[in-house]
């Protein structure tokens, strides 16, 4: 019941755009936080968006606040994280996460969140 299938990433240039979804059950999805996470090697994972699924408000790490967007599609119970103007320190392996029952303001902490994708890697370089 909280499967989520991530997809979206690959090799750019810094300045370019990637777009990440990730797709959840009805279950996972309704009534909760979903957020992007990354890990980049040697580094904590830091969690970067966030979406609150039932009225659509929107958390931002600084570090990607102005070039990240999070948003959803509630009839596919997808999530997407637009990324623009990429730099070489967005590189990292990119998972969203679901916080089941959770309710605005989004938890930062990934130990709030109980099921992961399978992450996806992003690669910026220049």
């Known amino acids: 019941q909280g499967a989520l299938v991530e997809s979206g990433g690959g090799s750019v240039q810094t300045g370019a755009s990637l777009r990440l979804s990730c797709a959840g059950s009805?279950?996972?999805?309704?009534?909760?936080?979903m957020g992007w996470f990354r890990q980049a090697p040697g580094k904590e994972r830091e969690g970067v968006a966030f979406?609150?699924?039932?009225?659509?408000?929107?958390y931002y790490a600084d570090s990607v606040k102005g070039r990240f967007t999070i948003s959803q599609d509630n009839a596919k119970n997808t999530v997407y994280l637009q990324m623009n103007s990429l730099k070489l320190e967005d590189t990292a392996i990119y998972y969203c996460?679901?916080?089941?029952?959770?309710?605005?303001?989004?938890?930062?902490?990934?130990?709030?969140?109980?099921?992961w994708g399978q992450g996806t890697q992003v690669t910026v370089s220049s």
């Open positions: 996460a679901v916080s089941r029952g959770a309710v605005a303001p989004c938890p930062r902490p990934s130990f709030y969140y109980a099921y």
């Open positions: 009805a279950t996972s999805y309704s009534s909760s936080c």
């Open positions: 979406i609150y699924t039932t009225d659509g408000s929107t």
